[in-house]
């Protein structure tokens, strides 16, 4: 399933942006700031109104049904062929490896799969398509990585993310001893088992003090709802932000 | 299936609660499984020699599944030329009642075991035991296990949630004049010299079969500890136990499965002791068994084998990495999962075996992370195969014993609305204006009162991206 093959298209003239249901209702800011990124590199940014979610949530939990009239829909939404970039290595990989299965059974196989083709995580975009240079303007600061099982295993683009926190000059990344496990989200998970997830996201939260990073930098809303959620519950002192949201700041001062 | 006394009623939930507040045991999985993945790491170092082995693997198991009537046929045949007698099992009572006659007929009383999660399925043990048969685990996790009473917590290594000094009382306990000691040598001769004795007095040798090659009729087993050689060697009658599903064509087959198994299962290049076993003791032959018997059990899987999704399930090689590999399993440890098989893989083949009535609510214990499937040496698509589960949980149309049975209107509503909402342009600008509004003084029940056990609520925000990239002038369509 990974990436790592990807083959790049050269500098599009104009994108479409799927947003994802999570960010538009909780961190619309860090869709703002992708948006903005893209744009800054001269490459018109398509925004169609009608988007919604993914499918994710019902194709995880045992609808299939729902989640492929949902999928279908944002297929009719996004018809023309320009690259789909998506702020989220868990959605992203939802349609690009997960769509050609929902739709397995369909004539419509070739047509899913053409779609599937054209999404892109949006560090992944970011790096090998647009080769995007950052020049930091903000203060020195501690950053950690929390990596999404999704944009890991699925998408294979942490090396591009952390690349891009890596070309800012006055940001120290410190890794988290346990990169590659999961946060305890998992969508419904967090509230069909919350138990299990609390004791993950616990661990999750130690590796992260352990760093001593002032923030937690994501390229997954879930993930950093769960973590923040659960640091601020706890009282810690740290923040977390969505990968393009932090990037916005710091090179805009 | 009247010897199946361990699974009465099965609540997942209170069996993670209990594991979850046993930080003992929580230490111990920790530190057992980081150990673990590491020695797994260092063998298969390079990932793409590891991705090659791996592609070779999953080839070799999905053309046995696909023959499998056939390759069992021969196995059959090339056994019974070996001077191998075949039994077959449809259920796991049938098996069980087999190798009891096979025991009685060699009036014994005494049967030393080697380590078998087939036998685990049979409740071989208990069933054994309830005949007046003495049946001595002699794998030193499973010895152990057994002075406990317990079943084992993982596949490759069934006492991995016990520590030194647990096992030390054990023996102390258990063992009529053993001093209490921590030391892991003096652990180990305890259990040797206990078990020595044992292997000469049983007569009967029972074994699983890691892999069996059709081409020529061999049983393959691999083991550390050289309890599988005795229990195959010693004794004048041995009895494999087998699930039919880990037949493989040819010999050159097992060279690929055996390196993914061993390094996947314990980190190692080649275990102690890899036993190829073709026939019994041989006329001027001075050691081995004088009869060998190869129970193949079915127990499910010929219907497993049947869904062409589902049938990759069979691939496995039970070489226990995605146990070790997964979040869940290493918090919670293999009991809570209340069944045979622990971890994703038993995510995947329990409620198979057992309907999804039962056994179905270990399914919904996965954040379909995808690190099992990273790490399985015979590319399992589990995460994929754990949503084919859910999916049959509701689907009355569905073909998994037991499917549909999780269907409430109370949740088809939900998703119905899910749905409606996102094929909507209007519904969802309305909800998500509503989350904006109504967020922070929805009350604490249902999903968000789990969400908040231990996190603050989630923020809506006031204005959506829509609002936001239209306020800005982004071109919508």
Redesign the interface.
């Known amino acids: 399933?990974r990436g790592t093959m990807r083959k790049y298209p050269p500098k599009p003239d104009r994108v479409y942006?799927f947003?994802t249901?999570l960010?538009?209702?909780?961190?619309?800011?860090a869709?703002?700031a992708a948006?903005r990124l893209i744009q800054r590199e001269g490459v018109?940014?398509?925004?169609?109104?009608?988007q919604?979610?993914c499918?994710q949530?019902?194709?995880?939990?045992?609808?299939?049904d729902?989640a492929r009239?949902?999928a279908e829909?944002q297929m009719e939404i996004f018809q023309e062929p320009y690259p789909i970039v998506v702020p989220s290595g868990s959605c992203a990989g939802m349609m690009r490896h997960h769509y050609p299965?929902l739709f397995d059974n369909g004539a419509s196989r070739s047509r899913v799969e053409a779609f599937s083709e054209r999404i892109f995580e949006l560090t992944e975009f970011l790096v090998h398509v647009l080769n995007i240079k950052l020049e930091d303007r903000g203060e020195p600061v501690t950053v950690t990585w929390h990596s999404s099982?999704?944009a890991a295993?699925?998408m294979g683009v942490i090396e591009e993310s952390k690349s891009l926190i890596r070309q800012l000059k006055r940001v120290t990344l410190v890794e988290l001893e346990n990169e590659?496990?999961?946060c305890?989200?998992?969508?419904?998970?967090?509230?069909?088992?919350?138990?299990?997830?609390?004791?993950?996201?616990?661990d999750k939260i130690d590796d992260i003090q352990k760093t001593g990073a002032a923030q937690v930098l994501s390229g997954d809303c879930g993930c950093l709802?769960?973590i923040t959620?659960?640091m601020?519950?706890r009282k810690i002192p740290i923040s977390g932000l969505h990968l393009a949201e932090f990037i916005w700041e710091r090179i805009n001062g | 299936m009247d010897n199946k006394g361990a699974t009465t009623h099965f609540d997942f939930k209170a069996n993670v609660r209990k594991a979850l507040k046993n930080s003992q045991l929580r230490s111990n999985l920790k530190f057992a499984m980081g150990s673990m993945r590491a020695k797994r790491r260092v063998v298969f170092s390079d990932p793409e020699a590891f991705e090659a082995l791996r592609v070779r693997g999953s080839a070799i198991r999905r053309r046995a599944l696909l023959k499998l009537p056939e390759l069992l046929e021969r196995l059959e045949e090339k056994c019974t030329e070996n001077g191998i007698s075949v039994h077959w099992a449809e259920t796991t009572d049938q098996a069980n009642r087999i190798a009891l006659g096979i025991i009685k007929d060699h009036n014994a009383v005494r049967v030393v075991k080697g380590k078998s999660m087939v036998s685990e399925e049979m409740h071989l043990n208990h069933f054994l035991a309830e005949h007046g048969i003495e049946s001595l685990e002699t794998d030193l996790g499973e010895f152990i296990i057994q002075l406990d009473g317990e079943t084992p917590s993982h596949i490759i290594v069934p006492a991995i949630h016990k520590n030194r000094q647990e096992i030390g009382r054990t023996f102390h306990d258990k063992i009529p004049g053993t001093p209490y000691t921590e030391v892991v040598e003096e652990l180990n001769a305890i259990a040797r010299k206990t078990l020595r004795r044992k292997f000469y007095e049983g007569e009967v040798g029972l074994s699983g079969v890691n892999m069996a090659v059709a081409e020529t009729g061999t049983l393959c087993l691999v083991e550390n500890e050289g309890n599988g050689r005795m229990c195959t060697t010693v004794p004048p009658v041995h009895i494999a136990v087998m699930g039919i599903e880990k037949v493989v064509e040819k010999l050159a087959d097992v060279p690929p499965l055996v390196r993914l198994l061993i390094g996947s299962a314990t980190g190692q290049l080649i275990t102690t002791y890899v036993n190829m076993i073709t026939s019994p003791r041989r006329p001027g032959e001075k050691d081995g068994p004088t009869e060998i018997h190869l129970i193949l059990l079915d127990n499910c899987r010929s219907s497993i084998l049947s869904d062409p999704e589902l049938r990759q399930t069979l691939q496995c090689i039970r070489c226990g990495t995605c146990l070790n590999h997964c979040p869940v399993y290493t918090r919670i440890g293999g009991h809570a999962y209340g069944f045979i098989y622990p971890g994703p893989i038993g995510k995947i083949l329990t409620p198979q075996m057992e309907g999804l009535e039962k056994a179905g609510a270990i399914a919904t214990a996965s954040t379909l992370c995808n690190a099992c499937e990273e790490v399985c040496p015979v590319k399992i698509p589990i995460p994929n195969l754990i949503r084919r589960i859910r999916d049959e949980s509701y689907d009355p149309e569905g073909s998994v014993p037991g499917h549909g049975f999780k269907r409430t209107l109370a949740e088809s509503v939900v998703w119905k609305g899910w749905e409606l909402v996102n094929r909507h342009r209007v519904l969802n600008a309305a909800s998500t204006r509503l989350a904006g509004i109504f967020g922070p003084i929805l009350p604490r029940i249902g999903p968000l009162n789990a969400w908040t056990r231990t996190r603050t609520r989630p923020a809506f925000a006031k204005k959506s991206l829509h609002d936001m990239a239209r306020e800005e002038g982004i071109k919508n369509d």
Do not use: L, W
Request: glycine share 12%; with cysteine; net charge negative.
């Open positions: 399933m942006f947003g249901c960010i538009d209702m909780v961190y619309p800011e869709g703002m948006i018109e940014v398509i925004f169609p109104s009608e919604s979610c499918g949530p019902a194709y995880n939990s045992g609808f299939p729902e009239r949902v829909k299965r099982c999704h295993r699925e590659d496990q999961c305890g989200f998992g969508g419904t998970f967090a509230v069909k088992q919350p138990e299990i997830s609390e004791a993950m996201v616990e709802m769960n959620g659960a601020e519950h």
